[in-house]
């Protein structure tokens, strides 16, 4: 498993690059919203404004799942694990991942691409007067759920290879 630690770095690094990004695009959703607030009060808001900022505020999240996880951040049963030794939890963290963070994060990749790969080829926009593509926000969903896939197998190796350590 040591040998695919340089595989789980890459995985890090690439949720980490996004997630220094991801502060940018709710700065740009605030600048819109107040943006387009304004412009209403003067009769000539945009649906696509609405929408661009709703595309923002759906990319932090979607796309901050991967870091968020790699953070430690995430929700977790603290309760239970905080009983168990150092090896209980890396194997509470390894059951976790296999059980239910890649199981349905992948099934989400698997259901949404098809989702994505209609819109974008059908060339679907939305429904709104003025409205945006919604292939864009349609991919966030398969690329969200791929970062956060991903780390959760950078995080399985890393799991794994502390298994193989000796106890301190």
Not at 29 to 47: C, E, H
Not at 57 to 67: D, E, H, I, M
Not at 142 to 160: D, W
């Amino acid at each position: 498993m040591r040998a695919l630690i340089p595989v789980a770095d890459l995985i890090d690094r690439t949720n980490d690059a996004c997630g220094r990004l991801l502060p940018w695009a709710v700065l740009a959703a605030v600048l819109l919203a107040v943006g387009n607030a304004v412009a209403r009060k003067f009769d000539s808001g945009s649906n696509a404004l609405l929408e661009a900022q709703w595309y923002l505020v759906s990319a932090v999240f979607l796309l901050g799942a991967g870091r968020v996880l790699r953070l430690d951040e995430h929700v977790r049963i603290d309760l239970l694990t905080a009983r168990l030794s150092p090896r209980g939890r890396l194997l509470a963290d390894i059951a976790g991942l296999v059980l239910m963070v890649l199981p349905v994060a992948l099934l989400m990749l698997w259901l949404s691409w098809p989702w994505f790969v209609a819109s974008w080829t059908s060339h679907e926009v939305s429904a709104s007067a003025g409205g945006l593509p919604l292939w864009p926000a349609r991919f966030l969903v398969p690329a969200g759920f791929a970062l956060l896939s991903a780390q959760a197998a950078a995080l399985l190796i890393r799991r794994i290879a502390e298994l193989g350590e000796p106890q301190r």
